[in-house]
């Protein structure tokens, strides 16, 4: 499976952007995909993660009421709706997936994508 991660870029604090990212390859084998972060100097950190199945989601508590994950099943993207966005919000964002039910730590995931960075300015 690859995963193509895109739609990072510059914002002002306040503002909006959405992440996408798309799976190829043996894609049915997937059980939730989702998203990371690593801002510098610090260690990657989860974000939000979505069941491939049932729609089920999850988001780090720094996120919760800002960030919203969804997935389009047909076209195997996931999405982040980033809103009300912050200066620490500034990082490299990772989509991951994974064959299994798990614990979303970096060492858990099965696949990874190119990084996107999203830079929010004050």
């Known amino acids: 499976v690859q995963l193509q991660a895109s739609g990072g870029g510059l914002v002002q604090a306040g503002g909006s952007l959405r992440l996408s990212c798309v799976a190829s390859?043996?894609?049915?084998?997937?059980?939730?995909m989702g998203w990371f972060r690593q801002a510098p100097g610090k260690e990657r950190e989860f974000v939000a993660r979505?069941?491939?199945?049932?729609?089920?989601?999850f988001y780090a508590d720094s996120v919760k009421g800002r960030f919203t994950i969804s997935r389009d099943n047909a076209r195997s993207t996931v999405y982040l709706q980033m809103n009300s966005l912050k200066v620490e919000d500034t990082a490299v964002y990772y989509c991951?997936?994974?064959?299994?039910?798990?614990?979303?730590?970096?060492?858990?995931?099965?696949?990874w994508g190119k990084g996107t960075l999203v830079t929010v300015s004050s």
């Open positions: 991951a997936a994974t064959r299994r039910s798990t614990t979303w730590s970096p060492r858990a995931m099965d696949y």
């Open positions: 390859g043996r894609t049915l084998s997937l059980y939730a």
């Open positions: 979505i069941s491939w199945s049932s729609g089920t989601t």
